[in-house]
């Protein structure tokens, strides 16, 4: 079958479902999505598949500090993100979850053919365990020091050096996240994937991968250096089960990718269509992910398919970083733009976004988002050029020729500068440049308001009625282009310019071609309104303080971080009001869902307390009951997990430790501390 007939799959880059969307992670989607829509202005029929990213450690770790399950959690975020998306226009044939059964069907299935070929094998390793807590510490779980670059480090990545992928036992100095400890390492049986087998053919699959460039020669630099085999097992209950083990799920990035495949079925059982005729057949398969994840995807997502005999995708579009307010994007530091609630919920359309994302700059280029950026394209580009032009069009031929498109001839070098304009545009789509896209575009419309300019309709509908009325026409024939053209882009305001110009059908159904089918004289116009509405200043400056706002409110609470450690007095007086005393524990036990918390009741001689204390990772319940301890026993009470505490337990602070403070001898409970 010729590669133009085979069937088309378009992914994206799964969004991990253990937090918001902000507008960095739609430089994958938006891009994605205007391709899609694109190839069926071709006259292809892609589908377009994505889902969320379910499993992990970070999903457990958030999900125990929020006093919530995993499930919850990711329903949560999985919910969240199918929102944004819909909200977006970025329209998938089908958004999964890999937590769904079907993924854990299609991750064991693959596991258990690479375990039949030979390339999934048993290995005892050295892992990072955490005496305090008494478990094995899979990725997340534990930090360190890289051994490549001696970067701080995390136990799968050096995220602040080298950006290596660490495997489990590599990092040095291991420290346990959860309670500060300093982590040993032990001996337990994993599994690994035989990576290093592939080398050969990942360097001839990479020289010909489709895509952007920097995907596929970050690839190839990779992969000519030395590759490791990959862990694919961790310690952890949730996840995928890896087949006849029990305690050990696979590697997030082993069923993430393989979602791909899974959705593809589900996406099948709906629409009757075959999975089988994209990931077990020739296809074309193009993944639009982020910069970030080039080597997974790129390199062992690749070798998983190839070693499972399953089709290799045809190309890998990679963005580029994203900047706000030309500062590196940080959700920590505020540099970050909320989707919902700095964007949607402020009552700006989805359109201008995705025009922003699109136009800034080269799809692998290093985008920056300022909201004064984003008010100067649309009040200059969108309002000033594109909507001008266009409402000018309809309002001059309703108010001339009674609402209607006139007759006259199209003009054969208005003509060669629509299909010119078509040329740009699908090329740009077949390079994945979507600025490309949009220039050319917009340099039609320049070309409009040029054409309007120097043809002087309001001067021939005095002078010459025939000449008016075909300028008009060229002039909605122009305008019906961009609507074509720029539909993918902007899906609802083209929509909107389409339907002023009455023109038969949608926007969405058009073709690129279609734009060059001249406008039907005789057809009746619909009513003219401004496509787009201009940014007042004040509206712009708005929605830049609530940014500004938010980083000074992080650096205010940095700095009151900082001078925590700084000793300051307080009165006497101060201090008396404190009611301090001396406790006996009478019960103790662990608090549902939290491994942190302890519930302990407490005689402090006047009555029985009920009180929280965060010391389970050092303290046994059963070691408690019986002993005296300090309690501030007039501090307003608190819900902690949802359990009441009525007073504040007393201990040194160790670092990795709490002290209890215990009176020199026995005293009586309820004694006061002076």
């Known amino acids: 079958m010729p590669s133009s007939e085979l069937p088309i799959l378009v992914t994206c880059g799964l969004p991990y479902a253990n937090g918001p969307c902000h507008i960095g992670h739609l430089r994958t989607y938006v891009p994605a999505d205007i391709y899609v829509r694109g190839l069926k202005k071709m006259g292809k029929g892609p589908i377009f598949i994505c889902g969320s990213d379910s499993h992990g450690t970070p999903i457990v770790v958030n999900a125990e500090e929020r006093g919530t399950t995993p499930t919850e959690l990711v329903t949560r975020y999985h919910d969240h993100f199918d ?47 955490c005496p305090s807590c008494d478990r094995f510490l899979p990725d997340r779980y534990v930090e360190g020091t890289c051994p490549y670059c001696k970067s701080p480090a995390r136990g799968d990545e050096c995220d602040q050096g080298c950006g290596r ?112 005729s994209y990931w077990k057949k020739p296809s074309r398969i193009v993944h639009f992910i982020g910069g970030d994840i080039v080597y997974h995807h790129c390199i062992f997502w690749s070798a998983m398919l190839k070693g499972a005999s399953y089709t290799l995708p045809s190309a890998v579009v990679a963005s580029g970083m994203l900047k706000i307010d030309n500062k590196t994007f940080s959700k920590s530091r505020g540099y970050v733009v909320w989707v919902i609630d700095d964007y949607l919920e402020k009552g700006l359309h989805p359109d201008l976004l995705r025009y922003y994302l699109a136009s800034y700059t080269s ?51 208005v003509t060669s500068k629509i299909e010119a304009t078509l040329a740009e545009v699908k090329a740009a789509l077949d390079e994945y440049e979507f600025k490309k896209l949009v220039d050319g575009a917009m340099s039609l419309a320049d070309y409009g308001n040029t054409y309007f300019q120097a043809n002087e309709p309001w001067k021939l509908a005095k002078t010459d ?7 008009l026409r060229n002039c909605l024939q122009i305008a019906k282009a961009l609507s074509i053209m ?8 083209m929509e909107s310019a389409w339907k002023q110009l009455g023109l038969e059908g949608t926007a969405a159904e058009a073709l690129f071609d279609d734009a060059l089918v001249p406008v039907e004289a005789g057809r009746r116009l619909g009513v003219p309104e401004h496509i787009f509405d201009k940014m007042d200043d004040s509206m712009v400056s708005d929605l830049d303080e609530v940014f500004r706002a938010r980083i000074a409110a992080i ?25 301090i005393r001396v406790g006996v524990v009478l019960e103790a036990e662990s608090i549902k869902g939290s491994n ?49 505490s009525r007073g504040m337990l007393l201990a040194a602070d160790m670092g990795d430790s709490a002290v209890l403070l215990t009176p020199e001898k026995a005293v009586p409970p309820g004694s006061k501390i002076r």
């Open 83 to 129: 929102d944004v998306f819909k909200r977006m226009e970025v329209e998938f044939d089908y958004f999964g979850n890999t937590d769904d059964p079907s993924n854990h069907s299609r991750t064991q299935s693959i596991v258990e053919a690479l375990m039949g070929e030979g390339y999934v094998y048993p290995q005892e390793i050295q892992l990072a365990y």
């Open 165 to 276: 992928h660490l495997e489990p036992g590599e990092i040095e100095e291991p420290l346990c996240k959860v309670c500060g400890s300093e982590a040993e390492y032990r001996t337990q049986k994993h599994y690994f994937f035989r990576l290093s087998d592939f080398s050969d053919f990942l360097i001839d699959y990479l020289e010909g991968l489709g895509g952007t460039s920097n995907a596929r020669n970050y690839a190839l630099e990779w992969v000519k250096q030395e590759l490791k085999d990959w862990c694919i097992t961790r310690n952890l209950e949730w996840g995928v089960k890896f087949p006849g083990q029990e305690g050990l799920v696979v590697y997030v990035w082993v069923d993430a990718p393989i979602g791909y495949i899974s959705f593809t079925e589900e996406w099948a059982k709906r629409s009757g269509g075959s999975w089988e």
């Open 363 to 413: 799809h692998t280029k290093e985008l920056n988002f300022s909201w004064t950026v984003f008010g100067e394209k649309v009040n200059g580009e969108l309002v000033g050029a594109l909507g001008n032009f266009v409402n000018r069009a309809a309002t001059f031929t309703t108010k001339n020729f009674d609402q209607t498109i006139p007759e006259g001839d199209l003009d054969p070098e």
């Open 465 to 471: 009625r025939a000449r008016c009325g075909a300028v």
């Open 486 to 493: 720029l539909q993918p882009v902007m899906p609802a305001k």
């Open 555 to 579: 650096e205010a609470k940095k700095g009151e971080k900082k001078s925590e450690d700084k000793m300051s007095t307080i009165k006497f007086e101060d201090f008396k009001n404190l009611d």
């Open 596 to 644: 942190k918390l302890l519930r302990l009741i407490v005689d402090i001689g006047s009555e029985e307390r009920q009180i929280v204390a965060g010391i389970a990772m050092t303290h046994s319940p059963e070691d408690l009951v019986g002993r005296q301890i300090v309690v501030l026993a007039n501090l307003e009470p608190a819900k902690l997990f949802g359990v009441e």
